[in-house]
């Protein structure tokens, strides 16, 4: 007797080999078997006709950190199949993390993760994990541990080189949080303090996370003019340290350089063939998203979020000055025009208004010439917790990045305010857009994107396939009718066409409704 049996839908596996006819069967969080299971007792039937059924998609990228506790029915995600996600993301892991840190931490990270009213009560990674645990989520949850966040704990917020007894420390630090279950080490090489790290710091540390087999994920030191010197830092690190490299969410940033992912795949598949394990992540989409204050040199960052914000007050000319002028930085608004800068979230009431509008459009709105003094302007008014969408991609990038063989689909999504649509539509956008209506991939392959590749990068070991002893995660869509529907100017959507969505053998997604169930957990690497 089983708990469930998924019957009559078209099973694809994960693997990428072609759909069949067949059933799950699922007993407590297991798949218990995957056939033709017409005589198998259950006690409850879900008939999947019409259907593809699917291991539970996997998010690999995923700002979700503070916000699951806000909403730990995690609905942007399981709405779109999403059965695990992955945070920590970026150097920027919420553990582990001293008292006196947090307040500036939570600062610094709010234009990103949101600054929601919660108790920061971890300390440790481990800590943390546990927390997730004790709010229980409707989906699992994964981390990496930010380089970043490991640095600030070491060394604080400044710019200058690690000495070698710092290197040692930080060294320490990601062994424990790779013990204590995180999956890998996850930099921002345009984010401080992960930025100030060098090459040999990256290094010294990566040797290390190598041995409890744990990844670097990487956002590059520039995804726009310097993206091919940036995929060349990143291929010499695992060079050097012997780590997987997963490049994530993967682009070719500002028109100067649509086309060159031409280059950047082909030194992906020589760096492999040379024998260095380099993978890549992408969003389905031409525009990026992070927090507004990336805008800002990175050297005005190093004393801290306080210092920051009394510079954007007192001494703005300079960094209006350095974005200007200066190129030795990803300078967003230099590279992409204040127009194409959307502001996505603001922390406050009564600054509202300025979401879904341009950095371009607010000067306008607030009376300035510049839009650089509204940016900052909003900026210190916020206390640093706004977030933007820049359109600075072009679609033929995006789709050539989408069918390389060592890509998997993630949705890097930001949930405040009217966020970027890939919180909601990226799972779904790739299966209705770019499978079913502009034929960039087959079925087969886009599913395997979403599942055994991630899960293969994240060493989730009993995830990501549908076979017998895997994880009872299953996502169940109907091929016809999947699409995103979220967008740009309306970007709280759901899709349909994500019919049923199973996490640990409980259904948390029922005809296209959320059951409001909870029974996800942490997965930890040990
Ligand atoms: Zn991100």
Redesign the pocket.
């Known amino acids: 007797m089983y708990d469930i049996v998924i019957e009559n839908g078209r099973l694809i596996t994960g693997t990428g080999n072609p759909w069949f006819y067949g059933d799950v069967a699922l007993a407590g969080e297991e798949i218990a078997q995957v056939g033709r299971l017409a005589d198998a007792e259950a006690a409850r039937r879900i008939d999947a006709a019409g259907c593809y059924v699917s291991p539970g998609f996997i998010d690999g990228?995923?700002?979700s950190d503070l916000f699951i506790f806000v909403d730990p029915k995690a609905e942007q995600k399981v709405m779109q199949g999403v059965t695990t996600e992955n945070v920590g993301?970026?150097g920027m892991s919420v553990a582990p993390i001293e008292e006196k840190d947090v307040a500036n931490w939570r600062t610094h990270l709010s234009g990103?993760a949101g600054n929601p009213s919660i108790d920061w009560k971890w300390r440790s990674f481990a800590d943390y994990l546990d927390a997730i645990d004790q709010l229980r989520t409707s989906d699992n949850i994964s981390s990496y541990v930010g380089l970043g966040t490991i640095r600030l704990k070491v060394m604080g917020m400044t710019d200058r080189d690690a000495n070698a007894q710092e290197i040692e420390a930080m060294r320490s630090l990601a062994v424990e949080a790779m013990q204590e279950g995180a999956r890998g080490v996850s930099s921002?090489l345009i984010y401080p303090p992960s930025q100030y790290q060098t090459l040999e710091e990256v290094v010294a540390i990566c040797e290390m996370v190598r041995n409890y087999d744990g990844v670097y994920d990487v956002?590059l030191r520039s995804e726009g003019d310097g993206l091919i010197a940036g995929m060349e830092e990143v291929i010499e690190i695992g060079r050097r340290s012997g780590i997987p490299i997963v490049v994530?969410?993967h682009k070719a940033m500002g028109r100067r350089n649509w086309g060159r992912s031409e280059e950047t795949l082909r030194m992906v598949d020589d760096a492999r063939r040379e024998g260095i394990d380099v993978t890549l992540e992408q969003y389905p989409y031409t525009a990026a998203?992070?927090m507004l204050h990336a805008v800002i040199p990175p050297w005005y960052h190093a004393q801290g979020p306080h210092k920051l914000v009394d510079d954007l007050k007192n001494d703005r000319e300079k960094i209006k000055k350095d974005i200007r002028d200066r190129t030795d930085w990803e300078n967003w608004a230099s590279n992409n025009g204040w127009e194409n800068i959307v502001v996505s979230s603001v922390g406050s009431e009564k600054n509202k208004q300025y979401e879904g509008k341009n950095v371009s459009e607010i000067a306008a709105m607030r009376g300035q010439a510049d839009p650089a003094d509204a940016a900052m302007d909003l900026l210190a008014e916020e206390d640093l917790n706004v977030g933007m969408v820049i359109f600075c991609m072009d679609e033929a990038d995006v789709t050539r990045i989408m069918t390389h063989q060592t890509v998997s689909i993630?949705t890097?999504g930001?949930l405040g305010g009217k966020p970027h649509p890939r919180v909601y539509g990226s799972f779904p956008r790739v299966l209705g857009h770019y499978v079913r209506e502009k034929g960039v991939l087959g079925l087969e392959e886009a599913v395997r994107k979403m599942t055994s590749a991630p899960a293969q990068k994240l060493r989730l070991k009993s995830k990501g396939l549908l076979a017998s002893g895997m994880d009872a995660d299953i996502t169940v869509f109907r091929a016809a009718t999947v699409i995103d529907r979220a967008t740009y100017d309306d970007p709280r959507q759901f899709s349909p066409g994500i019919e049923w969505v199973v996490v640990n053998g409980q259904v948390v997604v029922e005809d296209g409704r959320h059951t409001g169930v909870r029974p996800g957990r942490t997965v930890r690497s040990r």
């Open positions: 990228h995923s700002h993301m970026d990103l921002g956002h994530t969410h998203s992070t993630i890097d930001l």
